[in-house]
């Protein structure tokens, strides 16, 4: 009985866990295919087109390191897994290098902000 109650904490909690966004790397364009689409896809980098319109948020997702470039900027909030949240103005024409990341955006503008996002691939 007692071994039964600990199996079914330990299934739970790892249900929890692999259900989290914390745990699963979720991929940009299968979690938000409304607003992120793939132009190229290749053993040397991934191409990523997004649009979020004003008030619109994104799911959880993950990108490897990349670069952005700003096709149309806007005020935007990136939130991490870990509940923290950053405000920033994404200049219309910037390249942003960006390290590896798990969160979700949303819009806080007025416009729609368009996005390039160059995810680098790893080619050992």
Known sequence: MKAHAVLSFTICALLALLTSGAALAQDAAV???TTVQ???DNPSV???EAVLDPGQKEQVHSH???VIYVISGGKVRSHTVDGKSVDSELIT???IYREPITHWTENIGTSPIHLIVVELKDRK
Do not use: D, F, T, W
């Open 38 to 40: 793939v132009k190229l």
């Open 31 to 33: 979690v938000n295919p």
């Open 64 to 66: 490897p390191a990349c």
């Open 93 to 95: 024409g910037a390249a």
């Open 46 to 48: 991934r191409v990523l």
